[in-house]
């Protein structure tokens, strides 16, 4: 008989991770039985003996062993331990099908693109990124003290109506004063972030296999949110005036959903023009498909008039725009919010508040408050300035740098640019060497939905948490890896 465990294996006497000796002693035996190390119908040393050869208490012993006895590991035959045995043992089955054969992921999860690394949003050019440096981190906490103060038991339970009211209702003031949007608190629900408002239209207003039309190039989550949800992806053009949806296509390719960010199109920036955005609502009414209107990066709008949204154009179409604060104030916040058309709200408000557990109580009086005080407005008008100086800096340095091989696209609103090459080039190899060097920026392939139908190539650069002096080294870090490899 020799002992299971060695004194060098169970380590020293005080707690290790957490974990007392005792408990690392019953850990050890469990894993050598399921591993086969002890093999079934094995006799065990007595508890004084195991514990005499590990030099430590007795009482550690019968621990582990009255543990593994209860959960069927162990058995105790004319006051002998053994190792149990058990029909299913992991160790004994594996044996039998040699190949352990393991559970396939769905068709949908396989379909799940995931990198090879994760991204580095922190490091600069990173694209959709906003300068949390600038945010006003001490009048946001005096606003989380102020909601402590006023929390009561509801705050910290979940909520049942898709969102704090105070919240609600400052979001609705919000919107009637920056974007021109009229709606009532009752058309609001309050989301995590602008995925889980995707996630829930592509579960609640379509069936598997039904068609939705996707920018292309166009938001690479939306489009995989989408895609997850059984949809028919339907990959339509882009020009200078957006999405580009004829009649042959409202025909052959007819949608139960459409998603679009026309107020600044992500990633090649256009703004979708007023005879387009009229037609794909009339498109949309004619045959009955929902439109999902991301107001991307609204707040920072460098034009002189903001472009009205799609829902206001329209309240009586098939409507439901999409806001976060994920921009304005800082991604982590993972606050965001759909405005339902006044006549979906009894439809639609029941089922989200029944498919998803509305939380973060305080953070949403919190806002509430910031939005009320002013704060808000104030914080994206500094900000707005901020990002202004950084794009004309950013497209300054990128004209002077790729001249006559390259235009940008962007720059209406939002807090980055697009540098689109006039030849195919191979921007997936310049992002990651770029990557390599610390420069975040993604290759505009990666876009397109099709990678065989790929039209345009180039990079997209985000400003937002870029410091405008550091801006001119970055561009010639960027231009020599694009010479070098490619262009001249």
């Not at 103060?149 to 009637?176: D, M, N, P």
């Not at 955005?277 to 991301?294: M, Q």
Request: glycine fraction near 6%.
């Amino acid at each position: 008989m020799y002992p299971p465990v060695t004194a060098q294996e169970l380590g020293p006497a005080h707690s290790v991770d957490g974990r007392s000796r005792q408990q690392r002693l019953y850990e050890l035996l469990r894993r050598a039985i399921l591993d086969g190390r002890l093999t079934e119908g094995e006799t065990l040393p007595s508890t004084r003996e195991l514990a005499d050869s590990l030099k430590i208490a007795r009482n550690s012993v019968i621990f582990a062993y009255e543990q593994l006895k209860s959960e069927g590991f162990l058995v105790v035959n004319k006051k002998v331990t053994q190792i149990a045995v058990f029909e299913n043992h992991p160790k004994r089955s594996a044996n039998k099908n040699k190949v352990a054969t393991l559970p396939r992921l769905s068709k949908r999860g396989q379909s799940i693109y995931t990198q090879a690394e994760p991204i580095q949003y922190y490091l600069p050019f990173a694209p959709g990124i906003p300068d949390v440096e600038h945010f006003p981190f001490n009048r946001w906490a005096k606003c989380i003290q102020y909601a402590w103060k006023t929390v009561g038991a509801q705050h910290l339970s979940y909520s049942s109506s898709g969102g704090e009211q105070k919240l609600k209702e400052s979001i609705t003031h919000f919107l009637r004063h920056n974007r021109g949007l009229n709606c009532s608190p009752q058309q609001i629900l309050i989301t995590g972030g602008t995925q889980m408002a995707i996630d829930f239209c592509g579960q609640v207003l379509a069936d598997p296999s039904e068609k939705v039309w996707i920018e292309n190039p166009g938001y690479f989550f939306a489009r995989k949110s989408l895609e997850t949800s059984g949809l028919s992806i339907i990959p339509v053009d882009i020009d200078s005036q957006g999405m580009l949806a004829n009649q042959a296509l409202w025909e052959k390719e007819t949608p139960r959903l459409i998603f679009v960010t026309p107020s600044h199109q992500y990633p090649l920036g256009s703004v979708m023009s007023l005879q387009r955005r009229l037609e794909l609502l009339k498109g949309a009414k004619k045959y009955r498909a929902w439109i999902i209107e991301d107001d991307y990066d609204n707040e920072f709008n460098y034009l002189d008039t903001a472009i009205t949204p799609l829902q206001e154009l329209d309240p009586t179409a098939p409507v439901i725009y999409l806001g976060t604060f994920s921009k304005s104030l800082y991604p982590s916040l993972k606050i965001g919010y759909m405005v339902l058309p006044k006549w979906a709200v009894d439809s639609l408000a029941p089922k989200y508040t029944h498919l998803y557990r509305q939380g973060q109580g305080i953070e949403q009086l919190a806002l509430a408050r910031f939005i009320e005080s002013g704060e808000l407005d104030r914080h994206i008008k500094g900000a707005r300035e901020i990002y202004r100086k950084r794009k004309e800096v950013l497209n300054r340095e990128l004209i002077k740098a790729f001249n006559s091989k390259a235009s940008v696209l962007g720059g209406n609103a939002g807090t980055h640019l697009t540098l689109v090459f006039n030849q195919k080039i191979d921007d997936k190899s310049w992002a990651k060497k770029a990557n390599a060097l610390g420069i975040a920026v993604k290759p505009l392939s990666d876009f397109y939905i099709h990678p065989n139908r790929v039209k345009t190539f180039g990079l997209v650069i985000g400003y937002g948490s870029t410091n405008e002096r550091m801006i001119p080294q970055l561009v010639r870090q960027l231009k020599d890896i694009v010479v070098l490899n490619d262009i001249d």
